[in-house]
Nanobody
C-alpha cells in the first residue's frame, strides 16, 4: 500500500527554521515527482515546492524562494523541506504529495495522486 507520512512540524518563532520530512512506503520514490503543499485555515491549498524524479530538478513558489529548500534522499525513500526565515504567513498544515512521473508542478495539486495526512507548522512569538 502506497503511503506518505509527513513529520517535523511544530511551533517556531518568526525567523526560525524547521525541516519537514516526507517518508514514503509501498513504492520507490526514485520514479515519483514529489510536491509540498500547505493549507492555512480558510484558505485554498497552495503549492510550495516540488522536485522531479530522476534528475531532482526543483521548483518553488515565489513566496518561499530563497527561504525553503526541497531535497530528496532516494536511498532512504525520503523527501525533505528545509524552511528557514519562517514568517507568520508560513503557518499552515503542510502536505507532501506524489505522482509516478518525471515532471512536477508547484501549483497543480490535481497533478498528484497520493497525499500524506499533513503536519502542522505554527509560526508565532
Amino acid at each position: 500500500q502506497l503511503q506518505l507520512v509527513e513529520s517535523g512540524g511544530g511551533l517556531v518563532q518568526p525567523g526560525g527554521s524547521l525541516r519537514l520530512s516526507c517518508a514514503a512506503s509501498g513504492f520507490t520514490l526514485d520514479y515519483y515527482a514529489i510536491g509540498w503543499f500547505r493549507q492555512a485555515p480558510g484558505k485554498e491549498r497552495e503549492g510550495v515546492s516540488c522536485i522531479r524524479s530522476r534528475d531532482g530538478s526543483t521548483s518553488y513558489a515565489e513566496s518561499v524562494k530563497g527561504r525553503f529548500t526541497i531535497s530528496r534522499d532516494n536511498a532512504k525513500n525520503m523527501v525533505y523541506l528545509q524552511m528557514n526565515s519562517l514568517k507568520p504567513e508560513d503557518a499552515a498544515v503542510y502536505y507532501c504529495a506524489a505522482r509516478g512521473a518525471y515532471v512536477c508542478y508547484v501549483g497543480r495539486k490535481e497533478w498528484y495522486d497520493y497525499w500524506g495526512q499533513g503536519t502542522q507548522v505554527t509560526v508565532s512569538s
